[in-house]
């Protein structure tokens, strides 16, 4: 199993998919592709449970922008992936997500039989364990190249909208 520690994502025009490449502790990498079919119905799915958890004393639009604006404040700059020589790259079929209280796990698989076994003889699988505040780091990522790809953004919930709309710079005129 490929353990996700640092992802770089990006949009491909060309296959009109994301890219997602990742490195483990071990520095080795791995390039996923994510479809836009996939992320339509994985997006809503984590963004419901992330709703879950609010307490009900404010809006819950209000509690989750707030949530997603301490989030993107927290986020710490790190160097890109950049892929080794003859890295694995897949195409990523399903997603098995588990929740616990302080973090996502998310399990990456290609379920593709005639792809499942990879050159080293391991089946394609990536897990990749999300502080909630890394999810939704995450989730504003995936936002903000939805938008690059002009794809439609109607899986996103309201307040990742609300928030990143809020947040994107605007040129300056003088």
Excluded: H
């Amino acid at each position: 199993m490929f353990n996700i520690i640092t992802v770089t994502m990006q949009f491909d025009p060309l296959e009109d998919r994301i890219i997602m490449d990742c490195s483990n502790k071990s520095k080795d990498t791995q390039r996923l592709w994510l479809t836009r079919r996939l992320l339509n119905r994985l997006i809503p799915s984590l963004t419901d449970q992330l709703e879950a958890n609010s307490s009900n004393k404010i809006s819950k639009e209000l509690e989750q922008a707030f949530a997603q604006e301490k989030a993107e404040i927290k986020k710490i700059k790190t160097k890109s992936v950049v892929l080794k020589k003859d890295n694995p790259s897949w195409l990523v079929t399903s997603v098995k997500v588990e929740k616990s209280k302080f973090e996502f796990k998310l399990l990456f698989i290609n379920e593709n039989l005639s792809e499942t076994i990879g050159k080293d003889g391991n089946q394609k699988k990536a897990e990749f364990v999300l502080a909630i505040s890394n999810l939704r780091q995450w989730l504003n990522a995936l936002f903000k190249i939805y938008n690059k790809a002009e794809w439609d953004t109607k899986c996103f919930p309201n307040w990742i909208d609300d928030f990143n709309l809020k947040y994107e710079k605007k040129p300056l005129i003088n």
